[in-house]
């Protein structure tokens, strides 16, 4: 069983900058995708970005360019950075792992709640 912890949301003006973290419960970068996904109220969740046990990366047209998806292996958590935030970017985020071809999760965090407005 993984655990995911996120931290770091809050409320950002349009134009600011966050960073999420997604504390693991154990080291599983090796063999996991990590990603952050998001839902806006009354819409779907959608994915924003990902990360692959290869370290090969996939982001989201809308946040192409100001998200960045990182890791620390030796702290076991993942980043999201967040950079010139727009009210669209408003929901809450979740971070999540899985490894579809081996049957593994997915596994979910509990979701931190992002708020960009003015």
């Known amino acids: 069983q993984v655990q995911l912890v996120e931290s770091g949301g809050g409320l950002v003006q349009p134009g600011g900058s966050l960073r999420l973290s997604c504390a693991a419960s154990g080291s599983i970068f090796s063999i996991y995708t990590m990603g952050w996904y998001r839902q806006a109220p009354g819409k779907q969740r959608e994915l924003v970005a990902a990360l692959t046990s290869g370290s090969s990366t996939n982001y989201a047209d809308s946040v192409k360019g100001r998200f960045t998806i990182s890791r620390d292996v030796a702290k076991n958590t993942v980043y999201l950075q967040m950079n010139s935030l727009k009210p669209e970017d408003t929901g809450v985020y979740y971070c999540?792992?899985?490894?579809?071809?081996?049957?593994?999760?997915?596994?979910w965090g509990q979701g931190t709640q992002v708020t960009v407005s003015s």
């Open positions: 999540n792992a899985e490894k579809k071809v081996y049957g593994l999760g997915p596994y």
